[in-house]
């Protein structure tokens, strides 16, 4: 039986995740896999999410499912040019209307989110998003990839052989990760654009295009000066496959982090706790152990179903009534939180201190409050 790696506290693991990751261990080819300290329970059947694996000529195109492409970009500015805290009342609205108007096809569902941050020296743009229908797209084009090598390989198998592909194949793959770096980029660069339209940030707002939510800013440099404000962007990227040409090694991430040395990457926590901005630590032998990847967020404690359970029937009315009080500006006219807010509050997610204990090759390099937060969004 083939080990799994455990970079967490494998006894408090669902019963269900654990054993997914242990079953899935055990497909041909698949040589070392890797669980973090968000891993929970997949409905697809599969390896559970939190996960990285590796093998060599031979990659299952389907682990990634529909979402391929999902990463997280920070933005940042220094609060000296900050000018003013954020006004929700008066501009929570026309940030989430502006958003929609940012790319073709929104942030999506579930845990993707577009958010305003802080620590004590910066100002945090952050967006989680992946590649929307491109991505489904590409996992469609798996779809038949697989069926076609079962015909060839003379069994259905979940695998593929890179012999089996042309160039056009890894072209299109990593045409469909690109698609998604530059969708979180014009997220995050556009919503600068919109503070510093609304006089948050110190710019020159003379110079700003007024059609600017309907401009591309894919190619814009990573550190820079947008219409008088410095910035600088980091991205990073949880849900794809990794392909090394002259090794034929493979990497596959399923809701894990992809780590390179120096790069600095965001972990979210939830909706309602911010985020930790990590890095690997200098020459930290286990990064290798944990195939260079370690955990994209905090890790759901509680199901979807069971949050929204919690909070009709555990919660208690003062803790309801402070959630409404903090995060007035997420209420319907009813004076209700919408569902898809409630299952990303932050006691549906893991306390994350144990992220450093089991993780230990990452270094900490800050953590971040949140200020303002969209999310749950379908065009």
């Known amino acids: 039986m083939k080990p799994v790696t455990y ?5 408090k693991i669902e019963t269900n995740a654990l054993e997914q990751v242990e079953q899935y261990a055990q497909n041909q080819h698949i040589e070392k896999v890797c669980a973090f300290t968000d891993i929970h329970f997949c409905d697809e059947k599969a390896v559970p999410v939190g996960v990285a694996f590796s093998s060599t000529d031979y990659f299952y195109p389907l682990v990634t499912g529909k979402d391929i492409g999902c990463g997280v970009m920070f933005l940042k500015v220094s609060k000296a040019d900050w000018l003013k805290p954020f ?18 096809d929104g942030l999506g569902g579930g845990n993707h989110f577009l958010s305003l941050e802080e620590d004590e020296d910066y100002i945090y743009i952050i967006c989680h998003t992946g590649t929307r229908d491109r991505g489904i797209g590409l996992y469609q084009h798996c779809i038949g990839l697989v069926e076609e090598f079962s015909l060839e390989y003379g069994a259905k198998v979940p695998f593929v052989h890179t012999s089996f592909i042309d160039q056009k194949f890894y072209e299109y793959y990593n045409e469909t990760l690109q698609f998604g770096y530059e969708r979180r980029k014009n997220f995050c660069l556009k919503t600068l654009i ?67 040395q120096d790069a600095i990457v965001v972990i979210p926590l939830s909706m309602t706790r911010g985020s930790l901005l990590v890095k690997l630590k200098p020459n930290a032998p286990l990064a ?58 932050d006691f549906a997610y893991k306390d994350h201190s144990e992220i450093f204990d089991y993780q230990s090759y990452l270094k900490k390099v800050t953590e971040t409050k949140p200020i303002v937060t969209i999310k749950y969004t379908e065009i």
Request: glycine letters at 6%; aromatic letters at 12%; proline letters at 0%.
């Open 194 to 260: 919109f503070l510093q339209n609304a006089n948050y940030i110190k710019s020159d707002k003379n110079a700003i295009s007024k059609n600017y939510l309907s401009l591309d800013f894919a190619k814009t440099e990573e550190e820079g000066n947008m219409y008088g404000t410095k910035y600088e962007l980091k991205d990073s990227i949880h849900n794809h496959i990794r392909f090394e040409a002259e090794t034929g090694k493979i990497t596959h991430r399923k809701g894990s982090t992809e780590l390179t």
């Open 87 to 104: 006004n929700k009342q008066e501009h929570y609205r026309a940030l989430n209307l502006a958003h929609t108007k940012m790319t073709d």
């Open 7 to 11: 970079f967490c506290n494998k006894e």
């Open 288 to 345: 290798e152990e944990a195939l260079y990847s370690c955990a994209h967020g905090a890790g759901r404690k509680l199901s979807r179903f069971d949050t929204l359970k919690y909070w009709k029937s555990a919660l208690k009315e003062k803790d309801r009534k402070a959630y409404k009080e903090k995060f007035s500006e997420m209420l319907d006219r009813s004076g209700n939180f919408s569902s898809g807010y409630i299952q990303e509050f």
